[in-house]
């Protein structure tokens, strides 16, 4: 006898498509499971023998072997338990229906009830391309997987429950389908508590704007952090494209928000310094995403930027180059997203004073030097923005005067982000910052006095290629603030401003 039930697989974002087949025959009572699982795949046979007979359901006394084709392929996990369950339940006459437009995915537990997993989004989305129907998930993931359209979804708490849906017995009701808010609304502390430092604001507001990464410097207590945390709130709407990727993303690595199961928010990470290049770029036997993926579309904030360990600095350099991260391990290779922006924060030396307009610094110039040596060249001219931020000043902190609030910040920022859609529309760039070699020039056009004073910075500043393409997209940034199609001047001469503090500080 032999039966065949679909479902489902994962390694890294990539899903494919599994059978589980069940051939049962006489001979010596056994149960094997083949077809590359992994230990957990195997330990599968004693969690469905268990829920079987939670359900009064005895086990055959036969030669039973399941495979889980395609047998070259991994599986992990307890993905399949659902399936081979199922697969068994029907080669038994438990279940008499039409399975073949169905898949199931879930881990079956001893008392026959069906556990979540992770990645159920990026699954779903598979199987409804690979032309399946019906799809039955977890309960507790029903609500994640009813984000993809065009494909029924059932959640299902246990096998009793799933007996009785084939059985004529109670239905499990289809999970509607989930309407996303129109905008992430989103509860984050707002700048208008921030009195003063309207030029790092400004970097900032840039930042958001085309996406850019930025550098802050300054003394200790000087705002840098409640800065950055505050740039959530300005942040532009996230396209319905970037919310299904940076979902996805999270259903694999299990930290979906259990009430809205796709993510509509920027995402944004703040690791502490002490995460390892693995946690920060992604690792583990099967590689799972690391901070800058979970950042997909979203933000990244290291605060403390020097101690943080010089490899989880270096790892970050070509992640932040090609947008997506590719991990190798004795599995295989996979490759996750990471389009993220970079906001990182510093003090100037080990004190913290270095610089500082009334108090003194009390590092030697060589402690402050191999302290500012802990930032590459290299990642240092990776970004784009880099600001001074100054202790803010009495007036201003004693002032009552109202701080613009987050809100008209980020307006400004969404309407140069709507500018940025338009002109990029079917290219696959998404802001100003993603800008490709090949159209930089074509998108970035300069009136002739913004092209002299452009050679003259790239003259007396000695930049890079890379710090001149980075200045390029700033001004880009800065001309779609003002409305402005063609780059001018000013907005060159405000973006060259923002790039000048690795001289101040690093002598480069
Ligand atoms: N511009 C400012 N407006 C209001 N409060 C400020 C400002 N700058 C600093 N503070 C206060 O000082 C505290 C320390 O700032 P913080 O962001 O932690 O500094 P840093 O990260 O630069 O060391 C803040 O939590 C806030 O209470
Ligand atoms: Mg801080």
Redesign the pocket.
């Known amino acids: 006898m032999f039966e065949k039930v679909n479902s489902l697989g994962l390694f890294g974002l990539n899903a494919f498509h599994v059978d589980a087949e069940i051939e049962v025959s006489k001979g010596m009572p056994s149960f094997d499971i083949i077809g590359l699982g992994d230990t957990v795949v195997r330990e599968s046979r004693e969690r469905i023998r268990a829920a079987l007979r939670s359900c009064g359901i005895s086990f055959p006394v036969a030669k039973v072997t399941v495979n889980l084709a395609p047998a070259d392929t991994k599986k992990t996990g307890s993905i399949t338990d659902l399936a081979i369950a199922v697969a068994m339940l029907k080669i038994m006459g438990h279940i008499d229906a039409d399975l073949s437009d169905s898949a199931f995915v879930g881990e079956v537990s001893l008392s026959g009830a069906i556990r979540g997993i992770n990645g159920v989004l990026p699954m779903t989305i598979f199987a409804r391309a690979e032309g399946i129907k019906k799809v039955f998930v977890p309960f507790e993931n029903a609500f994640e997987a009813s984000v993809a359209d065009g494909i029924e979804i059932f959640g299902v708490r246990d096998l009793a429950a799933l007996l009785s849906h084939f059985n004529g017995g109670e239905k499990i009701t289809p999970q509607g389908k989930y309407e996303p808010p129109d905008d992430g609304v989103l509860e984050s502390l707002d700048f208008a ?5 309207q030029n790092a604001k400004k970097a900032l507001e840039i930042a958001a704007a085309g996406g850019h990464n930025v550098l802050m410097i ?1 003394s ?7 800065l950055a945390k505050r740039m959530p709130s300005i942040l532009p709407k996230m396209t319905f494209e970037e919310s299904i990727e940076t979902t996805n993303i999270h259903s694999i690595s299990g930290i979906l928000d259990k009430r809205t199961p796709l993510v509509t928010v920027r995402p944004f990470r703040a690791p502490h310094h002490t995460i390892s290049p693995a946690g920060l770029a992604g690792g583990g036997g099967v590689p799972h995403p690391g901070e800058i993926s979970l950042a997909h579309n979203g933000l990244l904030f290291l605060d403390e930027l020097p101690e943080f360990s010089r490899q989880a600095l270096e790892i970050l350099r070509q992640p932040l180059e090609e947008q997506k991260v590719t991990i190798s391990r004795a599995s295989g290779t996979v490759s996750y997203p990471c389009s993220f922006m970079l906001i990182a ?1 510093m003090n100037p030396c080990p004190c913290g004073y270095f610089g500082h307009p009334s108090r003194k610094c009390t590092c030697g110039p060589k402690q402050v030097s191999s302290y500012l040596a802990k930032i590459s060249g290299p990642l240092l001219d990776r970004f784009d923005l880099h600001v001074e ?1 100054a202790p ?1 000043e009495f007036e ?2 004693s002032s009552k005067q109202k701080e613009e609030s987050s809100e008209r910040i980020r307006e400004r920022v969404q309407a140069a982000r709507e500018i940025q859609t338009r002109r990029y529309k079917g290219t696959g760039i998404t802001c100003n910052a993603r800008i490709t070699p090949d159209i930089l020039h074509d998108v970035c056009p300069l009136e002739p006095d913004a092209v002299e004073m452009l050679k003259a910075v790239f003259d007396k500043m000695g930049l890079s290629a890379r710090a001149y393409d980075r200045i390029l997209k700033v001004s880009r940034t800065i001309a779609d603030m003002s409305g402005k199609e063609v780059i001018r001047k000013q907005d060159v001469a405000q973006a060259v401003q923002y790039r000048s503090l690795d001289r101040k500080y690093w002598g480069g």
Do not use: F, H, L
């Open positions: 508590d921030v009195k003063g430092q300054g200790p207590g000087s705002g840098k952090s409640m924060a931020v803010v201003s902190i």
